[in-house]
């Protein structure tokens, strides 16, 4: 099909400047008129071969628009084959080499038809050329113009959808790991304490069943709040037209409830208190509240008889938060893996400072400061 249309537009060519010869003679072709066929055939061959070579197509159809009246003085009114050369050349190429191929043509095809036909130096037709020419070279330049637009628009398409796809899978990939720092958050703390209840509840039922039977009771309620914080956090992932979860989020109001499940779990906690308690902001609020879980969570570990040691300080801008408890030989710090990188990130995108102490090399720290104000600041 692109073949045909390829070879059509050359015939198409030949046809119309050999009708406008026919017009000139009377119908009657002698061996001039003959020999300009010829060349009318060659220029329209040459056609065939414009998408690749513009600019020496337009050349060699030039030439021949200008041998045609030398050969013999029968005016073809148009040159097609000029026309679709500069066309071509004005599609394909730049504005620059549109304006010189143009011109050139339009001199030498003016000049032929002037010196050579038999009609009046100043006769109207003489300009004919340099019209369909420079309508040719307009025509093409505003078709380049076009296209350049419409590619711009299409890549200017493709590039904002590329931004928005590469923005959905930034976002898709925040909320995944928001969610499983939540996730290890609500996991690591639950099965935390209920090893250690297991543990007590082991180590009391031969000795205490009573107290054993308690532990128990404990293991039951602390796996029952670990499911109901997992159903919360699960949904966190429904789709946008389902109902909210009806779990609350956690908030450090409910420190006391905390603090008690570690005690219960076997943890000996220390609480000190000091300045007068200030809301936080929302961030801020279930940030204190899951990196003082995971700090204790870590303390935790270390089995029944840990201790650890929570401060709680007040000031005008902020709330510094303080956890101590003794560290394991020959292991620094309550963990390197996803709890501690959780509780540095939970701090600073609530504006908020995370740093890491070790006073003595029996003791790890963990001391956190969290704005009480919106202003998004670290806390000084």
């Known amino acids: 099909m692109r073949q045909a249309?390829?070879?059509?537009?050359?015939?198409?060519?030949?046809?119309?400047?050999?009708?406008?010869?026919?017009?000139?003679?009377?119908?009657?072709?002698?061996?001039?008129?003959i020999a300009?066929?010829?060349?009318?055939?060659?220029?329209?061959?040459?056609?065939?071969?414009?998408?690749?070579y513009p600019r020496s197509v337009a050349v060699v159809t030039t030439l021949c628009g200008t041998a045609l009246p030398i050969i013999a003085p029968h005016q073809?009114?148009?040159?097609?084959?000029?026309?679709?050369?500069?066309?071509?050349?004005?599609?394909?190429?730049?504005?620059?080499?549109?304006?010189?191929?143009?011109?050139?043509?339009?001199?030498?095809?003016?000049?032929s038809s002037m010196l050579w036909l038999p009609h009046h130096l100043l006769n109207i037709r003489n300009v004919l050329p340099l019209n369909y020419i420079a309508v040719a070279a307009a025509v093409g330049d505003a078709v380049r113009n076009q296209r350049t637009l419409l590619r711009q628009e299409r890549r200017r398409t493709m590039e904002a959808e590329h931004t928005r796809e590469s923005q959905s899978r930034l976002r898709v990939r925040e909320e995944r790991i928001r969610i499983a720092r939540e996730l290890h958050d609500v996991v690591a703390h639950h099965l935390t304490l209920v090893n250690a209840q297991a543990a007590v509840a082991h180590h009391l039922l031969r000795t205490d069943p009573e107290r054993a039977y308690q532990a128990l009771g404990d293991i039951k309620q602390t796996s029952r709040d670990a499911l109901d914080e997992l159903r919360a956090t699960v949904g966190l992932l429904r789709d946008d037209d389902e109902p909210e979860s009806r779990q609350p989020v956690p908030s450090f109001a409910e420190l006391d409830t905390l603090l008690d499940s570690f005690r219960k779990a076997g943890?000996?906690?220390?609480?000190?208190?000091?300045?007068?308690?200030?809301?936080?902001?929302?961030?801020a609020d279930l940030a204190a509240y899951r990196i003082v879980q995971e700090a204790l969570?870590?303390?935790?570990?270390?089995?029944?008889?840990a201790?650890?040691?929570?401060?709680?300080?007040?000031?005008?801008?902020?709330?510094?938060?303080?956890?101590?408890?003794?560290?394991?030989?020959?292991h620094r710090g309550p963990g390197t893996g996803h709890g501690m990188i959780g509780m540095r990130e939970r701090a600073e995108?609530?504006?908020g400072r995370f740093t890491t102490s070790s006073p003595t090399e029996e003791i790890f720290g963990v001391e956190v400061s969290l704005p009480l104000t919106t202003n998004n600041q670290p806390a000084a």
């Open 297 to 305: 969570t870590n303390a935790s570990k270390h089995g029944p008889t």
């Open 349 to 351: 995108s609530a504006g």
């Open 5 to 33: 249309r390829a070879a059509g537009l050359p015939l198409l060519v030949v046809l119309i400047n050999m009708a406008q010869i026919a017009y000139s003679t009377g119908g009657s072709l002698g061996k001039p008129a």
């Open 267 to 283: 943890l000996d906690l220390q609480l000190t208190r000091q300045g007068t308690p200030q809301p936080l902001t929302g961030s």
């Open 307 to 330: 201790h650890a040691a929570l401060d709680l300080t007040y000031t005008e801008q902020a709330l510094h938060i303080t956890v101590t408890n003794p560290a394991t030989p020959g």
């Open 36 to 52: 300009q066929v010829v060349i009318i055939v060659i220029g329209a061959a040459a056609l065939m071969a414009r998408h690749r």
């Open 76 to 111: 073809v009114v148009v040159d097609v084959a000029t026309v679709v050369a500069l066309y071509t050349v004005a599609v394909t190429t730049d504005r620059r080499t549109t304006v010189i191929l143009g011109a050139v043509a339009a001199t030498l095809l003016t000049v």
